[in-house]
């Protein structure tokens, strides 16, 4: 497709933005884009005028590129958000049973080796903290545990199998965890490059608008053109509601909403 055509291309320009210049989008970035391309269109009127005005020609063109490289970028963001929040949905699911095993396992382990000082007092080192990833850690820790002490379990009738059991959940879940929390080096790169995409993007913007402004600041149908729909509609939306709030405080009614 084009738009991961200009993504490939782009990719290196877009890496190479030093982590200090780079902006976080301030409104949704499917209405950036849409605004870029409108700009885009908008200003092949005015071309030759802007080029005259010092706005080289190639970042006139550059723009389409731009967008599409934000575009997949956003895209590769959000599925590795989805995929975050999916994790954090399964977690949600799966963390409460994975609790009350571990308890269930420490107290097993509490009776079998209740005759052992020194190993109950791991059992009680182990069971000690309460927090996500120390219930991942102690599943591992019994499995160990019970599996180089099993005759004390074997003697209470303990099902072995479950060991073998905590070992593997302690596993599965430990990559959900990490999901869930956004601890993987893809998740943070793919936020990396879409803030550096929008970075690129908004300075090529910045110029032409900023270059449209000088030349039609008293030519109203085309200045236009050169500012955000989106934040001028905020904009008024603000205005209003303000002046919605001053009504009320001098009137002492509430207005209709």
């Not at 884009?33 to 970042?59: H, S, T, V």
């Not at 571990?102 to 182990?126: F, T």
Request: glycine residues 6%; aromatic residues 8%.
């Amino acid at each position: 497709m084009e738009q991961h055509k200009d993504y490939e291309k782009k990719l290196d320009e877009i890496r190479a933005i030093p982590d200090r210049l780079v902006k976080t989008p301030y409104y949704p970035v499917d209405v950036f884009i849409q605004e870029a391309r409108n700009l885009q269109q908008w200003i092949q009127q005015d071309r030759d005028k802007l080029i005259a005005a010092g706005i080289p020609a190639n970042l006139i063109d550059d723009l389409t590129a731009r967008a599409n490289a934000l575009l997949v970028a956003q895209g590769d963001w959000i599925g590795e958000y989805k995929t975050r929040s999916e994790a954090q949905a399964h977690w949600n699911e799966k963390a409460p049973e994975a609790f009350d095993f571990r308890d269930r396992l420490i107290h097993a382990c509490r009776y079998a080796y209740r005759n052992n000082p020194e190993i109950l007092g791991w059992v009680s080192y182990i069971g000690e903290d309460n927090g996500n990833a120390d219930m991942l850690e102690d599943l591992h820790n019994i499995s160990v545990l019970g599996k180089k002490n099993p005759e004390p379990l074997k003697a209470i009738g303990f099902d072995m199998t479950q060991l073998d059991r905590a070992a593997q959940l302690a596993v599965e879940l430990g990559g959900v965890l990490a999901k869930a929390n956004g601890e993987t080096q893809s998740d943070q790169e793919a936020k990396m490059i879409r803030d550096k995409a929008y970075t690129y993007l908004k300075e090529a913007m910045d110029e032409i608008q900023d270059c449209g402004k000088y030349l039609f600041w008293r030519d109203e149908e085309r200045l236009k053109g050169y500012s955000s729909a989106y934040r001028r509609e905020m904009y008024r939306k603000t205005r209003e509601a303000k002046e919605a709030r001053e009504g009320e405080e001098e009137t002492g009614e509430v207005a209709e909403p």
